[in-house]
Antibody, heavy 118, light 107 residues
Framework: QVQLVASGGGVVQPGTSLRLSCAAS????????MHWVRQAPDKGLEWVGV????????YAVDSVKGRFSISRDNSKNTLDLQMKSLTTEDTAVYFC???????????WGQGTLVTVSS | DIQMTQSPSTLSASLGDRVTITCRAS??????LAWYQQKPGKAPNLLIY???SLESGVPLRFSGSGSGTEFTLTISSLQPDDFATYYC?????????FGQGTKLEIK
């Protein structure tokens, strides 16, 4: 069955970097756009960004532009989120999700928790 | 950015009730709207896309309607598994945005 397994979360200090990964299986990864969505503790969902199926097009929310970068490796069925200059506001569970078209997410990974704290 | 506003924020209802959640967009988004259900500690689950299309495997008691700026999610007869938080999301314009969520509680 379709699986998205996010990893790489942890506790980091403000100003540092972290790289999240999402391993996809049981579907044609190279055919789908992929999204990152985050959820701060006890808060709602926030869309972070999307990368097109071939990796040529990316969009991100303003609050992470210039700090976060989305990439993918279709040969390895992996999606990455490189995060730099982290602040406490970035503390959240980060979900990767399979896009249908480039719009909504039709399948979600389990999420990985990033805690930014001194 | 397009703001999505859900109402109510919290809804108390009983088993078997018919409930409706509203989502309003700050500008027209045609029918580019999805609804998700999320249970505590779990990833969201897609219920509805393109405002009214039911995702495969989702029970028929869920339905969506609307276009433009006003949308609704209706559950025709609440079941125990339906008590959760519901989010709308617009995918008309980047950045995509979610509503703040509606928590559906047992009365």
């Amino acid at each position: 069955q379709v699986q998205l397994v996010a990893s790489g979360g942890g506790v980091v200090q403000p100003g540092t970097s972290l790289r999240l990964s999402c391993a996809a299986s049981a579907f044609s990864f190279s055919n789908n756009a992929m999204h990152w969505v985050r959820q701060a503790p006890d808060k709602g969902l926030e869309w972070v960004g999307v990368i097109s199926s071939d990796g040529s097009t990316k969009y991100a929310v303003d609050s992470v532009k210039g700090r976060f970068s989305i990439s993918r490796d279709n040969s390895k069925n992996t999606l990455d989120l490189q995060m730099k200059s982290l602040t406490t506001e970035d503390t959240a569970v980060y979900f990767c999700g399979r896009g249908r078209g480039s719009g909504y997410v039709d399948f979600w990974g389990q999420g990985t928790l990033v805690t930014v704290s001194s | 950015d397009i703001q999505m506003t859900q109402s109510p924020s919290t809804l108390s209802a009983s088993l078997g009730d018919r409930v409706t959640i509203t989502c309003r967009a700050s500008q027209r988004i045609s029918s580019w709207l999805a609804w998700y259900q999320q249970k505590p500690g779990k990833a969201p689950n897609l219920l509805i896309y393109r405002a009214s299309s039911l995702e495969s495997g989702v029970p028929l008691r869920f339905s969506g309607s609307g276009s433009g700026t006003e949308f609704t999610l209706t559950i025709s007869s609440l079941q125990p598994d339906d008590f959760a938080t519901y989010y709308c999301q617009q995918y008309d314009t980047y950045p995509y945005t979610f509503g703040q969520g509606t928590k559906l509680e047992i009365k």
